[in-house]
């Protein structure tokens, strides 16, 4: 079964940290790049950062500095460690294997910054 699904957003105060998790099915994990986008109300969705399977990782310039994605292999797991979060960093945050069908994505995971 092919699944995507995303979880750790929440409610955090500027300044915050948050991490997020993406489990990923087994067949879809190791095959990939996998990347994290954001949409705020009312947006496109926008590429966050970015990790291959080899490790190699890349990130908007928005984020760097602030934001580190990883991957554990043994986990099916991808991860978007969250820094110093500003209130423009508000959305729903999407967790995307490369060239997955539209319907096996997850529903992402909220991330609110409000004082």
């Known amino acids: 079964q092919v699944q995507v699904v995303e979880s750790g957003g929440g409610l955090v105060q500027p300044g915050g940290s948050l991490t997020l998790s993406c489990v990923v099915s087994?067949?879809?994990?190791?095959?990939?790049?996998i990347s994290w986008l954001w949409q705020a109300p009312g947006k496109q969705r926008e590429l966050v950062a970015s990790?291959?399977?080899?490790?190699?990782?890349s990130y908007a310039d928005s984020v760097k500095g602030r934001f580190t994605i990883s991957r554990d292999n043994a986990k099916n797991t991808v991860y978007l460690q969250m820094n110093d979060l500003k209130t423009e960093d508000t959305g729903v945050y999407f967790c995307?294997?490369?060239?997955?069908?539209?319907?096996?994505w997850g529903q992402g995971t909220q991330v609110t910054v409000s004082p």
């Open positions: 995307q294997p490369a060239g997955l069908r539209a319907e096996y």
């Open positions: 087994e067949i879809v994990f190791r095959r990939s790049t």
């Open positions: 990790v291959t399977g080899f490790g190699v990782t």
